[in-house]
């Protein structure tokens, strides 16, 4: 997870634009796709953001390798729709309680469609976007309070140690004689106090980390920035990037008379 | 902030204490009682004293970071402060960057991902303008060594030595007049404890900013510093310094009194019980095998459907290890000695290759450790584990040593002789995570021991441990040998590896490990 953060070796064209920009974009074309269950807004979002992922430095297996979770759900989301939503129109597929119609196939293809499509600019965004840009970004661009987002940047550090902490701790707990194989709740119990002997060291771990950055002089009013957030032409492209893939799914959903808002119901 | 404090250089600063004390929230004795000390612009100091001397506590005062935890809640106000410490005739808290702190533990002396910017985060806290940042990180790094490593590299990728010395960089990035290093290397490898005493000696030469540092061996720090002070814990009729001077002076003048102290004085090595007899390598009941193994701490990783098995930090490795044999596995920092020590242990799966368990061994449990359930493999490999927190199950030194027996069913009337042994029996009722580094160490050993394993794995037993608490271990662990124990320990402590005797493994630096 460490090495998936980091991202040297990215000089893709998207990763040299803002982290707020690029926020920014992906927000607008997932606030469209969240406002209505229709293929037509989420194929016309996802053949664009297929088209632009070259962009953020990725190929296909990357994406896949990065992505696959969020995909596989959109996937399974799709596919639970399809056979669990009201029917309509005529029945393809029936199977004892499970059936399949038009309409029902239609709904869990938009629902699948648009899982894809609010997925993969959030896999974009993370490529391409390394942590410490993106809080310069919300700290000096969008004035968020910089001890707050630094603070937050430093704990997000530590989670990867965490993860290496956890596997210790486990083995560590296995020369004790607590097993983590076993029965389910033997294993539960041992989870619990694997947990346990993690939160006490993530504490003592966030402790001296604070020493650390206070002796540092963390926490005081004023603070320069080392690296300056800065706003390029690129990033008027991106959020008009954004805006264009975010018009153009609404109108096309709109003019096919496939938009359906959410709240609406169907 | 005015960018003339860049053209000028380091100004040294001056500590003086008048009847200092401080004693923590929550606690009924204060860690430091009535200090007096002067310590002039410029000057080095080696702080020595026995654990609970309140070293730690008086560099955290000087850092300013004192007492923070009350100020964001929790036992506000509790804590108790006397006398007054000043940095250059006034309070520390008042003065950011005027000192920088370096602690123990090298994971949390790094703040920010990437090395510049790590470098640059103090300096930014200062209001430094980011020109004069950006020159101030490179000189830094080139002050440290670490000059080679690109801006962008990852903090992750950097040895305990490295992490270390770029924290130095990041103070140095402040232009502190005083720089307090807590027991900097107790965590590092004889190597990088070198790499971190010639980075602060190369600084403090270019600088000439004041340094206290507090660190147990003695002849790391003895010829950078041009006096030592060694504290004792406070009490109302002795006061909190029990000797101040040239080391040179100190040391003769001390060197009883310190090596009884537990702190390793230059050329001491303490006697340890010697074995009775050392058997013949290859002698001795075989217990386990390593054969043709390759080991690495990762599982094997998924990507997408395909399964990727993990690379192995070493391969081809084959050992045995014999009852009554100690078995030291010794080499450089990332050759993976922790990680072969610990599949041998049952603990870690092998990539490939086997660890097999002989019959006396195994008594039925199968030929393979790592397929053993947990109450099987306590009472046959019991390891000791680098950091002993990792291993604390209960909230009672006692019920800390019972968990084995009980969960085993046999073997409590041991415990009585353990706790004895080991000097816990004033402790039963502690809470194991309160415990001195040293204490921890013992129960630590005691613990796994409890289940009377066959087989002792102990991985970097002595790190940062006390000239006393080391004796008592190599001491005891040679009993443990003479009565048949087999014992493997991951080591960097000659000394050590001696005091034992038996087969050394030296691995060698692993290829895979990228640098």
């Not at chain 2, 069913?409 to 009585?416: F, L, P």
């Amino acid at each position: 997870m460490r090495q998936e953060l980091n991202l040297r070796g990215n000089h893709a064209l998207l990763a040299r634009a803002n982290p707020l920009s690029k926020f920014a974009a992906v927000l607008l074309i997932t606030a469209v796709l969240a406002l209505s269950i229709d293929w037509v807004s989420a194929s016309v979002a996802l053949v664009f953001e297929i088209l632009l992922f070259p962009l953020a430095g990725l190929t296909l297996t990357q994406l896949w390798q990065r992505g696959w979770p969020l995909i596989l759900a959109a996937a399974v989301g799709g596919w639970s729709t399809s056979i669990l939503a009201p029917d309509s129109g005529r029945i393809l597929l029936d199977v004892g309680i499970w059936t399949m119609s038009e309409g029902s196939l239609q709904l869990g293809i938009g629902f699948m469609l648009r899982g894809f499509a609010i997925a993969l600019p959030a896999v974009l965004l993370m490529s391409c976007t390394d942590p410490t840009d993106l809080a310069d970004a919300l700290a000096q661009k969008a004035r968020l309070p910089h001890r707050f987002v630094l603070g937050t940047l430093a704990a997000m550090r530590l989670v990867g140690l965490m993860a290496e902490e956890w596997q210790t701790i486990g083995m560590a707990r296995r020369a004790r004689g607590v097993g983590s194989r076993g029965s389910l709740g033997q294993r539960i119990k041992a989870t619990l106090g694997q947990s346990f002997g993690l939160l006490v060291q993530a504490i003592r771990r966030a402790s001296r980390l604070a020493v650390t950055m206070e002796a540092r002089g963390f926490g005081g009013g004023q603070r320069t920035w080392a690296r300056e957030s800065t706003f390029s032409l690129l990033d008027l492209w991106v959020v008009s990037g954004g805006v264009l893939v975010a018009g153009l799914s609404l109108f096309a959903a709109v003019t096919a008379g496939t938009w359906n808002m959410v709240w609406l119901g169907s | 902030m005015v960018s003339s404090q860049d053209a000028g250089a380091v100004r040294p600063a001056a500590v003086t204490a008048r009847g200092w004390g401080w004693r923590h929230a929550g606690r009924a004795k204060p860690a430091v009682r009535a200090l007096d000390l002067d310590i002039r612009p410029g000057e080095r100091v080696l702080l020595l004293g026995p654990s609970g001397a309140g070293k730690s506590t008086l560099l955290h005062a000087l850092a300013g970071v004192l007492g923070d935890v009350n100020d964001d809640g929790g036992e506000a106000g509790d804590a108790d402060e006397s006398g007054s410490l000043l940095v250059d005739g006034a309070v520390p808290r008042a003065q950011r960057g005027r000192a920088g702190l370096m602690q123990q533990d090298p994971e949390t002396q790094v703040v920010l991902s990437r090395v510049g910017d790590d470098v640059a985060f103090g300096a930014e806290n200062l209001a430094v303008p980011r020109d004069a940042i950006w020159a101030r990180v490179h000189e830094a790094l080139a002050d440290v060594g670490l000059s080679h490593l690109p801006l962008d590299h990852p903090t992750s990728a950097l040895s305990g030595g490295q992490k270390q010395r770029l924290a130095l960089a990041g103070i140095l990035a402040m232009r502190p007049g005083l720089i307090l290093l807590d027991e900097p290397t107790a965590n590092l490898d004889p190597d990088g404890v070198l790499e971190v005493r010639d980075a602060v000696a190369r600084c403090l030469d270019k600088t000439g900013a004041t340094l206290v540092v507090v660190e147990h061996r003695v002849s790391v720090w003895k010829d950078l510093v041009d006096r030592i002070v060694v504290l004792q814990p406070g009490s109302a009729s002795d006061p909190a310094v029990l000797l101040d001077g040239p080391p040179d002076r100190v040391l003769t003048e001390a060197r009883t009194m310190l090596a009884a102290a537990g702190v390793w004085v230059p050329g001491y090595v303490p006697a340890t019980r010697s074995r009775a007899a050392v058997p013949a390598p290859g002698t001795g009941n075989l217990l386990l095998a390593a054969e043709e193994l390759a080991v690495s701490r990762e599982r094997p990783r998924r990507k997408g459907f395909r399964k990727i098995p993990a690379v192995p930090v070493q391969e081809g490795l084959a050992s045995q290890v014999r009852a009554g044999q100690a078995l030291a596995i010794t080499g450089p920092n990332g050759a993976g000695k922790s990680t072969f020590a610990l599949t041998l242990a049952g603990l870690l799966e092998p990539v490939s290759g086997k660890v097999s368990a002989t019959l006396d061994l195994s008594r039925g449990a199968g030929i393979d450790p790592y397929r053993w359930k947990a109450e099987q493999l306590i009472s046959r490999v019991g390891t000791v584990f680098q950091e002993p927190e990792h291993q604390f199950v209960t909230g009672k030194v006692l019920d800390e040593l019972l968990f084995g027996p009980r969960h085993l069913g046999h073997g409590e009337e041991r415990v009585e002789e353990l706790l004895e042994r080991l000097r816990l029996t004033q402790l039963v009722d502690a809470n194991p995570y309160t415990l001195s580094g040293g204490e921890k160490r013992r129960l630590s050993v005691a613990t796994v021991l409890a289940a009377s394993p066959q087989v002792l794995v102990l991985d970097e037993p002595t790190f940062g441990q006390d000239a006393n608490t080391w004796a008592e271990l190599a001491s005891f662990l040679s009993e443990l040998l003479d009565a048949g124990t087999a014992v493997v320990s991951v080591t960097h402590d000659a000394e050590f590896t001696e005091a034992l005797g038996g087969v050394q493994l030296r691995m060698a630096a692993a290829e895979a490990v990228a640098r």
